[in-house]
């Protein structure tokens, strides 16, 4: 939604699943560089290959919002 494109293109079903399992997705900073540097890194953040570097909770995401937002 941020870059009004899907982050890969592939011309079958096959194509698709490879892109998803192996390929890493272009910064959506790169495609729209509209948007804020936070919101790039919360987003490269979710979409991670590596389960074990993606946010484990929501509050994952929640701790990170407040410390942006609300830390002196």
Not at 33 to 38: G, K, L, W
Not at 57 to 70: A, V
Request: proline share 4%; aromatic share 12%.
């Amino acid at each position: 939604m941020l870059t009004r494109q899907l982050p890969f293109k592939a011309d079958d079903i096959m194509g698709w699943i490879y892109c998803h399992l192996s390929k890493i997705p272009t910064a959506v900073k790169k495609k729209n560089a509209e948007v804020p540097n936070f919101l790039n890194a919360i987003v490269l953040k979710l979409i991670e290959k590596i389960a074990e570097n993606r946010y484990q909770s929501s509050y994952g995401i929640i701790k990170e919002l407040n410390t942006l937002f609300f830390s002196e």
